[in-house]
C-alpha cells in the first residue's frame, strides 16, 4: 500500500555561483515549508479517519445514502436487480452446479440481494429446464434468503412468495448480517454475495466471522471484489490506472492481497481466479468451511471513503474477538 508522503528534495549541486547558492537556497526552503505543510495536511487527514470523526461520519452518512436511494436518485455502480444469469457468469464456475445440487432441506444466503430477482429466477420454471441435470433430486428446491439493507422487493417478489408454501423464500432487509444472532437465520449450505456486503463492509474481518458462522460445514460462500489487488498480480505496476477499492496492508505497508488473507483463515478451503474486464482486475473467490474451529486474522480499518463500492483500506493487526450481533461498523 503506497503510503501518502512526498519525497525526498533533489540533490543540490556543489558548483554554483554565490548568487545560485543563495537562490537554491531559498527554493530548498520553500520545498520545506511545502513538504511541512503537506505532512501536516495528511496528519490532518489520517487523524480524521479515526473512528468517529467528522470526516469518517461524512462518508458514513454519504454511504446510507447510497443504501437508501430510490429510482433515479440510484447511482451509476449501485446494481439492485442482477439476475441469476448474471450470478453464474461473475462468480466461480462451481457456483451454478452447487446451486442445482442443492435438494428441499438445503439452504441458500444471499447477502447484498436487492431486489430478490436472482433468487426469483431460482424458482421461475425456466430454471429447472435449463438444468435438467439434478432436477428429480432438487424436488421442492431449497429455501432462499434474501437480505438487504433497504427493502427493494417488487410485485413479482410478493406475488412469487405467495404462490410458493411458507418461508420458502424470505426477504430480511433493515439489518446488517453482524445483526442476526445464529438462532434467527440458522445454518447455510450455500452463501452469495455479488457486490453486497463483502465489497461494502467497513469491518471485513468481522464480515467474514459471520459469513462462516452462519455457513454449514462443508458449505461453500461465493463471491467477488472490484478493482483489487489479484493473487497472481503483486506488482502493482502491472495496474497504473487503476484505483484500487479495497487494499490490506502488513504492518510494515508492504501490500497483502485479500486472497492470501482468506487462505490465512484457519477452517478453510479458497480457491480464487483473477479477471481482467476493460482493464478492470477482479476477483472471484469460492471459500468452503472445513472444520469448525474458525479464526479469522483481524483486519483493522484505516480508511473508508463513500462509493459503489467504497474505497476500503485495512492493515493486518489484533484486536479482541468479536461475535454475531456485536455493535460494529459493518454493512
Same mark, same amino acid.
Given at each position: 500500500m503506497a503510503p501518502f508522503t512526498g519525497k525526498g528534495t533533489p540533490p543540490v549541486s556543489t558548483q554554483r555561483t554565490v548568487s545560485e547558492s543563495m537562490i537554491a537556497l531559498k527554493n530548498t526552503g520553500i520545498r520545506i515549508v511545502v513538504l511541512l505543510v503537506f505532512q501536516a495536511l495528511w496528519l490532518e487527514a489520517s487523524h480524521s479517519q479515526s473512528p468517529g470523526s467528522p470526516a469518517i461520519d461524512a462518508e458514513v452518512s454519504k454511504q446510507e445514502a447510497i443504501y437508501q436511494s430510490q429510482g433515479e436518485k440510484v447511482p451509476e455502480g449501485y446494481v439492485i436487480d442482477r439476475s441469476l444469469l448474471a450470478y453464474a457468469s461473475i462468480l466461480s464456475s462451481e457456483f451454478d452446479r452447487s446451486l442445482a445440487n442443492?435438494?428441499? +432441506?438445503?439452504?441458500? &444466503?444471499?447477502?447484498?440481494? !436487492?431486489?430478490?430477482?436472482?433468487? &426469483?429466477? /431460482?424458482?421461475?420454471?425456466? /430454471?429447472?429446464?435449463?438444468?435438467?441435470?439434478?432436477?428429480?433430486?432438487?424436488?421442492? =428446491?431449497?429455501?432462499? $434468503?434474501?437480505?438487504?439493507?433497504?427493502?427493494?422487493?417488487?410485485? &413479482?417478489?410478493?406475488? +412469487?412468495?405467495?404462490? #410458493?408454501?411458507?418461508? =420458502?423464500?424470505? /426477504? #430480511?432487509?433493515?439489518?446488517?448480517?453482524?445483526?442476526?444472532?445464529?438462532?434467527? &437465520? !440458522? =445454518?447455510?449450505?450455500?452463501? +452469495?454475495? $455479488? $457486490?453486497?456486503?463483502?465489497?461494502?463492509t467497513r469491518d471485513l474481518s468481522l464480515f467474514m466471522e459471520n459469513v462462516l458462522t452462519f455457513l454449514d460445514l462443508n458449505g461453500i460462500f461465493f463471491s467477488l471484489l472490484l478493482d483489487v489487488l489479484p493473487e497472481n498480480g503483486a506488482n502493482r505496476a502491472l495496474y497504473p490506472d487503476t484505483l484500487f477499492l479495497t487494499e490490506i496492508a502488513n504492518a510494515d505497508d508492504s501490500d497483502v492481497s485479500v486472497c492470501s488473507w482468506l487462505k490465512s483463515i484457519a477452517c478453510v478451503e479458497v480457491t480464487c481466479e483473477s479477471r481482467t474486464e476493460a482493464k478492470r482486475p477482479i476477483e472471484i473467490v469460492r471459500v468452503r468451511k472445513i472444520c469448525n474451529g474458525v479464526a479469522v486474522p483481524a483486519l483493522v480499518p484505516l480508511q473508508y471513503q463513500a462509493g459503489t463500492p467504497p474505497r476500503r483500506q485495512f492493515q493486518l493487526g489484533s484486536r479482541s474477538p468479536a461475535s454475531p450481533g456485536q455493535n460494529s461498523t459493518t454493512r
Open positions: 442443492l435438494g428441499p +432441506t438445503d439452504r441458500w &444466503l444471499d447477502i447484498g440481494a !436487492g431486489e430478490g430477482r436472482a433468487i &426469483l429466477d /431460482y424458482y421461475a420454471p425456466r /430454471y429447472d429446464s435449463m438444468h435438467p441435470e439434478g432436477r428429480e433430486r432438487r424436488g421442492r =428446491k431449497a429455501q432462499a $434468503v434474501a437480505m438487504s439493507i433497504e427493502d427493494r422487493r417488487t410485485p &413479482l417478489w410478493h406475488k +412469487t412468495a405467495a404462490s #410458493l408454501e411458507a418461508n =420458502k423464500i424470505r /426477504y #430480511l432487509s433493515g439489518r446488517r448480517l453482524r445483526e442476526y444472532s445464529l438462532e434467527e &437465520l !440458522g =445454518k447455510f449450505q450455500l452463501i +452469495t454475495d $455479488v $457486490v453486497g456486503g463483502f465489497s461494502y
